[in-house]
């Protein structure tokens, strides 16, 4: 009888760390991005100009995961939901994801995330949580209505910004 179950570790969720996530790492150049995800990168939003763009894969794999594209360098990841799909199942080394609580940040992270009132938000729960940071990467886990909505993670700066490349 042949078994029509996926391997245990194509079921186990992608890690989103400072660094990158898989063989994608901050800092690398789009055409060797490319080459280790195995697929072309298109711009997410046309309007971006060469300097700064948002790419996702070209093939509409992963539609949850994104690219910040800084003259040339991937310098941030960008873990979302997309319009018309599920949350991805991509979680930070630390196992926080799209639809944890903000009491499981609180609970794993503690005192070493610095939090900060997200830009757009309704309330002051609406939050922006730098956690696994080093004087050049880092992980923001942005909270809202109680509960993880997106994640990114790369360069300081870029991680910094509050829409897009800016």
Do not use: F
């Not at 901050?26 to 490319?34: L, P, R, S, T, V």
Request: hydrophobic share 35%; charged share 20%.
């Amino acid at each position: 009888m042949l078994s029509l179950t996926a391997p245990a570790a194509s079921q186990q969720p992608h890690v989103l760390e400072n660094g990158g996530i898989g063989k994608v790492r901050i800092g690398m150049g789009i055409k060797q991005a490319e080459r280790v995800i195995g697929a072309g990168l298109r711009s997410l939003i046309p309007a971006y100009g060469p300097g700064c763009w948002l790419a996702v894969r070209a093939d509409g794999i992963d539609p949850g995961l994104s690219y910040m594209v800084e003259n040339g360098l991937i310098t941030r990841i960008d873990i979302g939901t997309p319009r018309d799909g599920a949350a991805p199942t991509i979680v930070t080394a630390k196992g926080i994801g799209i639809g944890s609580t903000a009491a499981d940040v609180e609970r794993t992270y503690g005192g070493s995330g610095t939090s900060a009132l997200a830009p757009y938000g309704h309330d002051d729960g609406d939050r922006w949580i730098t956690v696994e940071r080093t004087p050049t990467l880092g992980i923001v886990i942005s909270i809202s209505g109680g509960k993880v909505v997106s994640l990114w993670a790369g360069r300081r700066d870029s991680i910094a910004y509050t829409e897009g490349c800016s």
